[in-house]
């Protein structure tokens, strides 16, 4: 018998995915200003409310923004800058007179977490860095003489560099000379019950690898996996290994009850000539792909059943931001409010629409073409001996990733036999067709195979 969790896990992420269309309260979203050519508060806020998108994070506290988001029910980040840090610190006046300015004004707007400078602690600045606990401390000093403080959450901003290690993700731990100053850290958010927020990038992970194996890593797209030896699981993606290896160096350090919140995440549809990997297709590939992973439900292998909230980056381009052109390239939506490409966030739709298959285009080339699709009536199924770890993954993957599983829920045409190997062969059936039977699609870390032997048996149908 296949074990029941799974399938109940199973089960309730198609639940989800079948629902009506609605806001998700994981999807966030992250609203710079470093432009002059944005829409006005007001538009975006009705933007906003046409999407699923049901957070946004903001880098200060704009109140034309804030107000605009006032009875709309999106949740709201704001942020206190790093020159704001060491006054914060040292005057717990100024941390009363900066709640009174920017958020006590605002009582219909939904603040729900200020945070405290953004990657402080990989700064370089080492008396920021000192300052840093001392002003979140103040801030939420200032919430709670405000009646607030269960309210509006506190935390700080990271980069993945706080991370010595992160591969494989069960080694994830911390730098050590941050040493007192994240225990610290992590200590107020296990107090404050306020998350650790991670700026996560696979893009820049691919950047230092830019093999096509990475880059398919890196979009959620078929894959031979990243294998962990101490937890023996083959990690399938790269947002869930850099969640997981935040998630090990917590629980190293104490912090296994702090939530995990992802500020930012996201991949430029631009670049210059040198920033391999910067296209619209790997745009639309890693981000619709991430939204569908996290609608999925099926979380990451060391924190599953829940998805991360996560913000995406960015709402829309910023084109005053300095550097390459893929900083001002990272925009989901334009200024006159079309997409910029579609990743499945409108209301109208609840999945992001099926992606291609993209090899690593360097800005100016022309992209490869992917691999030719099978010609033939032909169907995807498990390899002979292949272990059921291996076989679970591959229908959480398969499951998790677009392919039709009611049919082997308890009532389903292929429910029976109740096995794992039997529900495994139809889900990586089910994946491969819905992925336009590309033989990528039917990798599964080298324990898959396409066969012209049509596997369906009486009742259970396998398409082709």
């Given at each position: 018998m296949?074990a029941?969790?799974?399938?109940?896990?199973?089960l309730?992420c198609?639940?989800h995915?079948l629902?009506?269309?609605?806001?998700?309260?994981?999807?966030g979203v992250n609203?710079?200003?470093?432009?002059?050519?944005l829409?006005?508060?007001?538009?975006?806020?009705?933007?906003l409310?046409?999407t699923?998108?049901?957070?946004?994070?903001?880098?200060?506290?704009d109140?034309?923004?804030i107000?605009?988001?006032?009875?709309?029910?999106?949740?709201?980040?704001i942020g206190?800058a790093?020159?704001?840090?060491p006054a914060?610190a040292?005057?717990?006046?100024?941390?009363?007179?900066?709640i009174?300015a920017?958020v006590?004004?605002?009582p219909s707007?939904?603040i729900?977490?200020?945070?405290?400078?953004n990657?402080?602690?990989?700064?370089?600045?080492r008396?920021l860095?000192?300052q840093?606990?001392?002003?979140?401390?103040?801030?939420?000093?200032?919430?709670?003489?405000?009646?607030?403080?269960?309210?509006?959450?506190?935390s700080?901003?990271h980069?993945?560099?706080?991370?010595r290690q992160?591969?494989?993700?069960?080694s994830?731990?911390?730098?050590?000379?941050?040493?007192?100053?994240m225990?610290?850290?992590l200590?107020f958010?296990?107090?404050?019950?306020?998350?650790?927020?991670?700026?996560?990038?696979?893009?820049?992970?691919?950047?230092?690898d830019?093999?096509?194996?990475?880059?398919?890593?890196?979009?959620f797209?078929?894959?031979q996996?990243r294998y962990?030896?101490?937890?023996?699981i083959n990690?399938?993606?790269m947002?869930?290994?850099?969640l997981?290896?935040?998630?090990s160096?917590?629980?190293?350090?104490?912090?296994?009850?702090?939530e995990?919140v992802v500020?930012?995440?996201?991949?430029?549809?631009?670049g210059?000539?040198?920033?391999v990997?910067?296209?619209?297709d790997?745009?639309?590939?890693?981000?619709?792909n991430?939204i569908?992973?996290?609608?999925?439900m099926?979380?990451?292998p060391?924190?599953?059943?829940?998805?991360?909230d996560?913000y995406?980056?960015?709402?829309?381009?910023?084109n005053?931001?300095?550097g390459?052109?893929?900083?001002?390239?990272?925009g989901?939506?334009?200024?006159?409010?079309?997409t910029?490409?579609?990743?499945?966030?409108?209301k109208?739709s609840?999945?992001a629409?099926?992606?291609?298959?993209p090899?690593?285009?360097?800005?100016?080339?022309a992209?490869?073409?992917?691999a030719?699709?099978?010609?033939?009536t032909?169907?995807?199924?498990?390899k002979?001996?292949?272990?059921?770890?291996?076989?679970q993954?591959?229908l959480?993957y398969?499951?998790?990733?677009?392919a039709d599983c009611?049919?082997?829920?308890?009532?389903?045409?292929?429910?029976?036999p109740?096995t794992?190997?039997s529900?495994?062969?139809?889900?990586m059936?089910?994946?491969y067709?819905?992925t336009?039977?590309?033989?990528?699609?039917?990798?599964f870390?080298q324990?898959?195979t396409?066969?012209?032997n049509?596997?369906?048996?009486s009742g259970c149908?396998?398409?082709?």
């Open positions: 296949a029941s969790p799974p399938k109940l896990l199973i309730f198609l639940l995915l629902s009506p269309s609605k806001s998700e309260s994981f999807i609203y710079g200003q470093v432009a002059n050519n829409p006005p508060p007001s538009a975006t806020a009705k933007l409310q046409s699923a998108i049901q957070k946004v994070r903001l880098y200060g506290a109140p034309e923004i107000k605009a988001l006032a009875n709309t029910g999106i949740g709201i980040i206190a790093n020159g704001d840090i914060l040292s005057d717990p006046n100024f941390a009363k007179n900066w009174s920017n006590l004004p605002y707007s939904k729900i977490l200020i945070t405290v400078g990657e402080v602690l990989t700064s370089g600045d008396n860095m000192t840093l606990l001392p002003a979140m401390q103040n801030v939420q000093n200032a919430l709670n003489g405000a009646s607030l403080g269960g309210k509006v959450k506190v700080t901003v980069s993945m560099a706080v991370l992160s591969e494989p993700p069960s994830g731990s911390f730098d050590p000379s941050f040493g007192d100053l225990k610290g850290i200590a958010n296990g107090a404050t019950a306020s998350p650790f927020t991670i700026n996560p990038y696979p893009y820049f992970a691919f950047r230092g830019p093999r096509p194996e990475t880059l398919s890593f890196c979009l797209l078929p894959n996996g962990d030896p101490n937890t023996k990690y399938m993606n947002f869930d290994a850099q997981d290896a935040i998630r160096a917590l629980n190293a350090m104490g912090g296994n009850n702090v995990i500020a930012e995440t996201g991949w430029p549809y631009k210059d000539a040198d920033e990997g910067a296209s619209v790997n745009a639309r590939a890693y981000n619709g991430l569908k992973h996290l609608r999925s099926v979380g990451t060391l924190m599953p059943g829940k998805s991360v996560t995406l980056f960015a709402l829309y381009d910023e005053l931001k300095p390459p052109t893929s900083e001002r390239s990272f989901l939506f334009k200024p006159d409010l079309s910029t490409y579609d990743v499945g966030l409108s109208s609840n999945q629409p099926e992606t291609p298959v090899a690593p285009v360097t800005p100016g080339t992209p490869v073409s992917p030719p699709k099978a010609k033939t032909s169907w995807c199924v498990p002979p001996g292949v272990s059921e770890p291996q076989l993954a591959n959480d398969a499951c998790g990733h677009g009611r049919p082997i829920q308890p009532g389903g045409s292929c429910f029976e109740n794992l190997q529900h495994t062969a139809y889900a059936n089910m994946f067709q819905a336009g039977r590309n033989p990528l699609s039917c990798d870390s324990t898959a396409i066969s012209s049509n596997p369906s048996y149908v396998y398409p082709a």
